[in-house]
């Protein structure tokens, strides 16, 4: 929607491995940010950005690192995945003044 | 910080009325805004309030108001298609993080 494209969709891979999430934005937002949703917890803010290499923590900061070296992509990484990491992914972008938030089709993330 | 409260879940009839309530807490308050988000999809945009008062459109109507830290957001000729999960989401004026409530999963009887 609005030009939000996350890469990949479905990932499935093993605890203490490196995760790269990649967002990408046709639509020139200044702010991108990315969530977590989990049953009974809802989206949750993990690390946001309000500008290019300009980023900031969010609720559930742990565990994740983000860049944003272009206007148009936000990455998002795990590190040394955990099985608490398993979760959907999503992205979004905009959220500046009356302006809403557009959301990716989320990442569906397996950690085994 | 910030907290923000919704009901768990609700249910009501097709055709009839519903209002899902929001409440929250922010250090400064910088808009509130509403998402419907139908199983497996992401969230899609309903509304925005930062003043005080009713934002109509179409069937889908929101209020706000600052002072009691309040909103809610009214479904008005319900229909099947919207048994959803409904999320209040505020932004903070300080550094302007949006933050949602844990969402509001509507069911609709026929």
């Known amino acids: 929607d609005a030009g939000i494209t996350q890469s990949p969709r479905h990932k499935v891979t093993e605890t203490g491995t490196p995760v790269t999430l990649r967002c990408h934005q046709t639509?020139?937002?200044?702010?991108m940010y990315w969530y977590r949703q989990d049953p009974g917890h809802g989206l949750r803010l993990i690390h946001y950005?309000?500008?290019?290499?300009?980023?900031d923590k969010g609720e559930v900061s742990d565990g994740y690192s983000v860049s944003r070296s272009k206007t148009e992509d936000f990455l998002l990484t795990l590190e040394s995945a955990t099985s608490s990491q398993t979760s959907v992914y999503f992205c979004?972008?905009?959220?500046?003044?009356?302006?809403?938030?557009?959301f990716g089709d989320g990442t569906r993330l397996s950690i085994l | 910080g910030q907290n923000i409260d919704q009901p768990t879940e609700m249910t009501a009839t097709e055709g009839a009325i519903v209002q899902i309530n929001c409440t929250y807490q922010?250090?400064?308050?910088?808009?509130l805004f509403w998402y419907q988000q139908h199983a497996g999809e992401a969230p899609t945009f309903l509304s925005y309030n930062v003043l005080d008062g009713l934002e109509e459109k179409g069937r889908f109507s929101s209020f706000l108001s600052r002072s009691k830290g309040y909103s809610y957001l009214l479904l008005k000729e319900l229909q099947m298609k919207d048994s959803a999960s409904y999320l209040c989401a505020v932004r903070d004026r300080g550094d302007d993080k949006i933050i949602f409530g844990k969402g509001t999963r509507l069911h609709i009887l026929p």
């Open positions: 950005s309000y500008g290019v290499k300009d980023t």
């Open positions: 922010t250090s400064g308050f910088n808009g």
């Open positions: 639509e020139n937002h200044r702010y």
């Open positions: 979004a972008a905009g959220g500046f003044s009356n302006q809403p938030q557009h």
